[in-house]
T-cell receptor, first 114, second 111 residues
Framework: GAGVSQSPRYKVAKRGQDVALRCDPI?????LFWYQQALGQGPEFLTY????????KSGLPSDRFFAERPEGSVSTLKIQRTQQEDSAVYLC????????????FGPGTRLTVL | EDQVTQSPEALRLQEGESSSLNCSYT??????LFWYRQDPGKGPEFLFT???AGEEKEKERLKATLTKKESFLHITAPKPEDSATYLC????????????FGKGTLLTVNP
């Protein structure tokens, strides 16, 4: 079946612009995660949803980062007033339910802030 | 705080030359150790989950093992298509399901 999809795949923003990154999880997956991956590093946790509830947002680097999943399916990660240090690949992952360990990742969105 | 350290950072092998990648971890109440493969420009692809010391899992030329402090990813007779970055991650008891990743090992297999 279809995997996790993300759009856009690439985004270039000027410093100060707002961006919105979309994630479509695997159909029926309850849990959804956002990670940030800097060049040459492993992914770092940003936030976690169980259905529409955001249960953990401890990894969001600042209040410029906001994530939502209003209907418990598609999720959007929004970054306001982008800064150069926000340049990274943003990965979305989903898992079937809370009790299932395996997180399946999408291809990521590469954000470049000029 | 959960921590994962992978070594080496990069490894070059000749086709057919077997080797191992290391993942050392500290975690409060391990609820799973995960290996992923990541190709350039793509998201991590799930390989294995290990839950307890002594557990082993195999897939084609790859075998993952787990002790109380580290995990090894053994690659037997690698082929050029095994070239990728291999990521190790842990999920701790207090982590609320998030994964803590290492920086990865970049494996290059030359023909």
């Amino acid at each position: 079946g279809a995997g996790v999809s993300q759009s856009p795949r690439y985004k270039v923003a000027k410093r100060g612009q707002d961006v919105a990154l979309r994630c479509d999880p695997i159909s029926g997956h309850v849990s959804l995660f956002w990670y940030q991956q800097a060049l040459g590093q492993g992914p770092e946790f940003l936030t976690y949803f169980q259905n529409e509830a955001q249960l953990d947002k401890s990894g969001l680097p600042s209040d410029r980062f906001f994530a939502e999943r209003p209907e418990g399916s598609v999720s959007t990660l929004k970054i306001q007033r982008t800064q150069q240090e926000d340049s990274a690949v943003y990965l979305c992952a989903s898992s079937h339910n809370m009790e299932t360990d395996t997180q399946y990742f999408g291809p990521g969105t590469r954000l470049t802030v000029l | 705080e959960d921590q994962v350290t992978q070594s080496p950072e990069a490894l070059r092998l000749q086709e057919g030359e077997s080797s191992s990648l290391n993942c050392s971890y500290t975690v409060s109440g391990l609820r799973g150790l995960f290996w992923y493969r990541q190709d350039p420009g793509k998201g991590p692809e799930f390989l294995f989950t290990l839950y307890s010391a002594g557990e082993e899992k195999e897939k084609e030329r790859l075998k993952a093992t787990l002790t109380k402090k580290e995990s090894f990813l053994h690659i037997t007779a690698p082929k050029p298509e095994d070239s990728a970055t291999y990521l190790c991650a842990v999920r701790g008891g207090g982590s609320n399901y998030k994964l803590t990743f290492g920086k990865g090992t970049l494996l290059t297999v030359n023909p």
